[in-house]
């Protein structure tokens, strides 16, 4: 348990506001230790991408045992801490959500994603449940004497209607992340916001290192170490970029321009 601890200790000292963390997301074994010959300081899952490996949607259709087994089988296989997309727990109630963080600390997970979006509901928890949710993590993880590394997803930038409306939502994400931070989260992670002055305005009234999604028309990794980010993660865009190099290199074995493959 000791390594483990120090594994996790360590993991919190990657997120320094100004030097952002890159987290390339993964989805098994042999895409993890690919990342890490490659030189990443740290491992993360993507949900969606694990769920589309085993033939699921994201949403946590995937079978919990399965989201266990394969993160237990990353960890095996790779030495660098590696965090977890968890979505939201795959629980509702506090006391569900308790035994479940027991299993993930069981496997040896440093950290994870956790969402204020409401699983196969509408809209996102209020504040005060998602604390409530937060904190049920936190006591999960202390009775272990574990340091969780709890990123603390809102959604609300994704769940906006279109991306002007952003504005609108930036004080309310400001309360989350202050209310979430009571609770005993320790990152805030925005997917979705890509305006460089309202990132800005994120990092500097935070009180918890954010985490930026990379997407198409973000800012770059230097822009964004220069607005204060402390982590950046890519989502689901390595999967579908794998699952395009396949599609392309397998056109052309089955439909190949000159007569030959290589």
Same mark, same amino acid.
């Given at each position: ?9 360590h993991?919190h ?6 030097d ?10 042999g ?10 300081k ?9 769920a589309?490996t ?8 995937l ?10 089988h ?7 801490p ?20 027991l ?22 928890? =209020?504040?005060?449940?998602?604390c ?12 272990? =004497? ?5 990123n ?21 994400a400001?309360?989350r ?5 009571e ?18 305005l ?22 964004l ?7 950046i993660?890519?989502g ?6 794998v699952m395009?190099?396949?599609?392309? =290199? ?13």
């Amino acid at each position: 348990m000791n390594d483990k601890v120090n594994h996790a200790k360590h993991f919190h000292t990657l997120h320094i506001k100004g030097d952002p963390l890159i987290l390339y997301n993964i989805w098994d074994a042999g895409s993890a230790k690919a990342i890490q010959e490659v030189g990443a300081k740290a491992i993360a899952t993507s949900s969606f991408a694990v769920a589309a490996t085993n033939g699921y949607e994201d949403g946590e259709k995937l079978p919990l045992a399965c989201v266990l087994e394969n993160i237990a089988h990353i960890i095996d296989n790779v030495t660098l801490p590696v965090t977890l997309d968890f979505e939201g727990g795959y629980a509702r109630a506090p006391h569900d959500l308790y035994d479940n963080i027991l299993r993930v600390i069981e496997r040896g997970a440093v950290g994870i994603n956790f969402e204020d979006q409401i699983i196969d509901g509408k809209g996102l928890y =209020s504040i005060t449940e998602q604390c409530a949710r937060i904190h049920a993590v936190r006591q999960s993880a202390l009775s272990q =004497s574990f340091p969780l590394f709890i990123n603390a997803r809102t959604d609300i930038f994704l769940k906006a209607d279109h991306e002007e409306h952003h504005t609108q939502h930036i004080d309310e994400a400001l309360e989350r992340a202050v209310a979430y931070a009571e609770a005993g989260a320790n990152g805030f992670f925005a997917p979705g916001l890509r305006n460089e002055k309202l990132i800005a305005l994120l990092c500097k009234y935070s009180p918890l290192p954010v985490n930026i999604m990379m997407q198409i028309s973000m800012p770059t990794h230097k822009q964004l170490a220069d607005l204060g980010v402390a982590r950046i993660s890519y989502g689901i865009y390595p999967y579908c970029q794998v699952m395009s190099l396949i599609k392309k =290199s397998s056109m052309a074995v089955f439909f190949p321009s000159n007569g030959e493959v290589f």
